[in-house]
């Protein structure tokens, strides 16, 4: 990562290593617009896992691509897991998830489902593994103009919304991924998925704030905004919310698993 307004603290880090995420996770903490962000993010996430009723029944909470998540100091309960180990409860693949049929009451992504290199066999083992009721929280880039403009020509990660295929090919770099992948899914291709996954269905889509993201500088780059300005950053975010269907970069979407019929 040697771009020039990366944050230092990460350049000369392996990218994806231990280290890396380590460092993204303190970047997080010290940066107040982007912890405004995530914080935000962390409550949509949890808030969809408190919206699944499982009565008696034990069910897991379980976050995928967990590298620079602070999820556990908000909530110890959840099980975070990613590709590599080092700095979370399990390593695992999001296409062969290891858990029990109908054991898990909720499924957290953020900025992970783009990275998954087949949604087709990820909604699979979702529907296996979730309770009747149960839910995919996603927090994932959006599909208004600018963030088509922004991820397509100001972003390292491929941004493909012409491709017909949910796959893409996978290699060995934390880079392998198409950032258009949930509207390919669940809104362009609407009716193969319904096809392919009858009992499960996008139940909401909200668009977040797309200001203190952006001047934030995400989780790499240098933020340029003093630390006195982050309220009227966030107060901005509030006043530009019609603007949202054109310019938001990041949706939170809800994806549940149909309860059972009483």
Not at 15 to 26: D, T, V
């Amino acid at each position: 990562m040697n771009f020039r307004f990366s944050d230092p603290r990460l350049r000369d880090l392996p990218l994806g290593s231990s280290e890396w995420f380590r460092a993204q996770r303190s970047l997080v903490l010290s940066k107040p617009l982007i912890k405004r962000c995530y914080d935000l993010w962390y409550s949509l996430l949890l808030s969809d896992a408190d919206s699944v009723h499982v009565g008696a029944r034990a069910a897991a909470t379980v976050e995928l691509g967990s590298g620079s998540s602070y999820v556990k100091s908000i909530r110890p309960s959840v099980i975070t897991s990613d590709v590599i180990a080092g700095l979370v409860d399990l390593v695992l693949d999001g296409r062969a998830l290891p858990f029990a049929d109908e054991s898990v009451r909720a499924i957290f992504l953020a900025h992970v489902f783009h990275h998954i290199p087949d949604a087709e066999a990820f909604f699979r083992e979702a529907l296996r593994v979730l309770v009747p009721g149960g839910v995919v929280s996603m927090i994932e880039i959006s599909h208004t103009p600018f963030a088509r403009f922004f991820f397509s020509h100001l972003h390292p990660e491929p941004y493909n919304d012409r491709t017909e295929q949910w796959q893409f090919p996978e290699g060995h770099s934390m880079l392998d991924s198409n950032q258009a992948l949930s509207w390919v899914v669940l809104f362009r291709d609407r009716a193969r998925f319904a096809g392919l996954f009858p009992a499960m269905c996008l139940e909401r889509f909200e668009y977040l704030p797309w200001l203190s993201y952006l001047l934030s500088g995400g989780v790499n780059v240098r933020s340029f905004v003093p630390r006195l300005l982050v309220p009227a950053v966030a107060a901005a975010d509030e006043v530009l919310k019609p603007l949202d269907p054109l310019f938001a970069l990041h949706w939170h979407l809800t994806v549940r698993k149909a309860a059972l019929k009483t």
